[in-house]
């Protein structure tokens, strides 16, 4: 049986309750029903994003995509003299598809949503470039560096069978270096690539039907870096094989949204304190609600290996 650390183990609970579908309005009451809202996320160096803009339904009837769908709305973002033509897509309702264009570091952006209903509007400023300089197992009791782990700049998708990049379920601590710190947060998104790959976390308190409620894809709260460095917590992994983790620089919208979420209220996190229960995330949007954010990221590579039992060998 693998032994899974104590504080995994008290995440893991806490996910698995978590898993239980919320009552409808239990966020949102009837008074937010026919709210616009949009959907747009910037990623430094990456094309400009598809933008979403539909509406709220009200709680009592069953959500359906297409009837909340905004198809007549005139969509556009500006970055000083630069304006940027959205277009519905005409084969996905609520869908705005955006003209050639690439998001630029350190960059202000500015939303404008015109619908016959009302506004939106939105800014962001986008984050310096990202990088991580180095991705380290450490020695999980002295911390000191086991191996460097090589990344995607050297070896492209040969880092998942790269001899560095093999770790073992919790043995040791994965680390991640960065070089952005003008940032409030980070945030780690965690895929397990082979769709087809076994668990490697195993637990007493654990039911057959318990593992159903895991997935392939996660991601963390706002982070912050101590020393320049996020810490990979083993608790996101739960499969073997390859695992590819995204490290985002946050910008102030993207912070706000995570720290003041449902999944967040009263949690610990950057820049909160325990009970500030929000009844609503921060928006940072005018005339309606949503997400309008940006981030800078970079991403590692590894492939993790289920730990050995004891009485079995190699």
């Known amino acids: ?9 008290a995440l893991i609970t806490l996910l698995v309750a978590c898993a239980a579908d919320r009552d409808p309005g239990e966020l949102f009451g009837p008074a937010e029903a026919n709210t616009l809202v949009v959907d747009a996320r910037l990623l430094v160096g990456h094309s400009l994003p598809d933008l979403f803009v539909r509406r709220t339904l009200s709680p009592a009837v069953l959500y359906d995509r297409s009837t909340a769908a905004v198809t007549d709305a005139t969509v556009k973002l500006t970055s000083g003299d630069a304006v ?37 509007t939105a800014m962001t400023t986008t984050p310096a470039r990202f990088s991580i300089p180095g991705a380290f197992l450490l020695d999980e009791e002295t911390l000191e560096v086991v191996r460097e782990l090589r990344r995607f700049a050297e070896l492209g998708a ?43 976390l195993e637990a007493d308190f654990l039911e057959t039907d318990d593992y159903d409620e895991f997935e392939r894809y996660g991601s963390s709260p706002a982070l912050e870096a101590r020393d320049g460095a996020v810490r990979l917590p083993w608790f996101a992994i739960t499969f073997g094989g390859r695992h590819l983790i995204r490290i985002y620089a946050l910008d102030d919208n993207w912070f706000d949204y995570l720290r003041t979420g ?52 190699d």
């Open 1 to 9: 049986m693998i032994i899974v650390p104590r504080a995994a183990l």
């Open 84 to 120: 940027f033509e959205y277009r519905a897509d005409p084969d996905s309702a609520g869908r705005y598809l955006p003209p050639p264009g690439t998001v630029e570091p350190v960059t202000e952006y500015r939303l404008h949503v015109q619908t016959r209903g009302g506004t939106v």
């Open 158 to 200: 040969g880092v998942y069978t790269a001899p560095e990049n093999q770790v073992v379920y919790t043995e040791g601590v994965l680390e991640a270096a960065v070089d952005n710190f003008d940032v409030p947060a980070y945030q780690v998104a965690v895929l397990s690539l082979d769709l087809d790959s076994d668990f490697v």
């Open 262 to 313: 449902p999944e967040e209220a009263g949690g610990r996190f950057v820049g909160g304190l325990i009970g500030d229960g929000f009844e609503r995330p921060v928006f940072n949007i005018e005339g309606g609600i949503g997400f309008f954010g940006s981030a800078a990221v970079d991403s590692i590579g590894f492939f993790v290996h289920p730990l050995t039992k004891p009485g079995e060998s």
